[in-house]
């Protein structure tokens, strides 16, 4: 039973201009399929047969099968991170925010972690010890590999998600991402589940 490429959650061309219809169809169309296509064919030369993706992510070890588990899962955490509809942070996310410092507080030390990572990466909202923190991750590396933290949101600053909308400009990428486009119902309902209410994000399980 294979993994899926899982649907966007919105339309192509609903997160434009700061992500694009054409950046999309090249990231989630070839690379977050190509992450999938070969996480699959590598489980099948194994012999594995997991029963979810999280699984092989935590105890595949460094090496080709946890980068692409890895970012597949991190992809697909990534679709949901983003709204064309964003709303914003209320009730239990809220007051976490406000702990941290406001929302312009969160925003200028995420877009800063974001513009730091060296290279490819990401960059990570976290429930951790008990309050928000922004932490970057290189390459495929996620929370739930290095155990940083409880993920609520997460930004990909590898330059293929913002290269044809953005060029160079990570910090431009990552300031209208953050305005824009940050997902705070999910991110609200990460928390919770943080918090003791529910499981959080799980990729489509392999059919």
Known sequence: MPFILPDLPYARDALAPTVSGETLDYHHGKHHKAYVE?????????GETPESLEAVVTSAGPGKLFN?????????????????????????LAEAIEAFGGLEALGKTFVETGVGQFGSGWAWLLWKDGKIAVEPSHDADNPLASGAGFP???????????????????????????KNLANWDFAADQLAAAQGSGEGYKYPPPK
């Open 152 to 178: 609520l949101l997460v930004c990909d600053v590898w330059e293929h998600a913002y290269y044809l909308d953005h060029q160079n400009d990570r910090k431009g990428f990552l300031t209208a991402w953050f």
């Open 68 to 92: 692409n588990a890895a970012q597949a899962w991190n992809h697909g955490f990534f679709w949901e991170s983003m709204s064309p509809s964003p709303g914003t942070p209320s009730s239990a």
């Open 38 to 46: 070969t996480l699959n064919k590598l489980l099948e030369e194994k």
